[in-house]
């Protein structure tokens, strides 16, 4: 099992900045990728940002150049850091992990990123 939780939401001003974090726990050595995903109202889940554990990284097209996704193996965490915000990327954000060798997902709790003047 993996447990994932996440931190660093909040309330920002368009043009602004945030930085989340995903610790995860328990079988850890077992982890593939972790990854961002976010979903805004009446919308589909989509993928923001995935690292793999050999630190290949891929974005969601529209989101290069704004957000990075970079790893802490010191503190199991993954962190995204998210610049020039705007209104549109207001969703809850979700920490996800794949297991080897199942390839099982698991996802933490989501925390709310909130654009607005």
């Known amino acids: 099992q993996v447990q994932l939780v996440e931190s660093g939401g909040g309330l920002v001003q368009p043009g602004g900045s945030l930085r989340l974090s995903c610790t995860a726990s328990?079988?850890?050595?077992?982890?593939?990728?972790m990854a961002w995903y976010r979903q805004a109202p009446g919308k589909q889940r989509e993928l923001v940002a995935r690292?793999?554990?050999?630190?290949?990284?891929n974005y969601a097209d529209s989101l290069k150049g704004r957000f990075t996704i970079s790893r802490d193996n010191a503190k199991n965490t993954v962190l995204l850091q998210m610049n020039n915000l705007k209104p549109e990327d207001t969703a809850v954000y979700y920490c996800?992990?794949?297991?080897?060798?199942?390839?099982?997902?698991?996802w933490g709790q989501g925390t709310q990123v909130t654009v607005s003047s």
């Open positions: 996800n992990a794949i297991r080897m060798p199942t390839m099982q997902n698991y």
């Open positions: 690292i793999t554990k050999s630190d290949y990284t």
């Open positions: 328990g079988s850890i050595n077992s982890i593939y990728a």
